[in-house]
């Protein structure tokens, strides 16, 4: 499973830092809380163990990167719908 999680987890930080870029571009005071959730969504990222597979907790993190993901599309109004497929090469949403 872990040729799944690291293109999922790129992803993730990828519409992360997107998002991050145009909301400070709009910068407002509603747009604050949208800024807050999505740092803390790159954070948790930048601290995944992408490269320790005996790491305990691995399971568990990736959980709350998945949660914490779809926070943020709740928060943005994005459907958080992520797949992977396995026939071919691409990420759909």
Known sequence: ??????????CYLGFAQTWHCLLHKCSGEKN??????????????????????????LQEDLEKIRGKYKQVCSILNIQSDFRISTERSSLTF
Not at 1 to 9: E, K, S
Not at 34 to 55: A, C, T
């Open 32 to 57: 604050s809380k949208k800024i807050r959730v999505l740092d803390s969504l790159i954070g948790m990222i930048r601290k995944f163990p992408y490269e320790d597979s005996s790491y305990d907790k």
């Open 1 to 10: 499973h872990g040729i799944l999680i690291n293109p999922q987890v790129g």
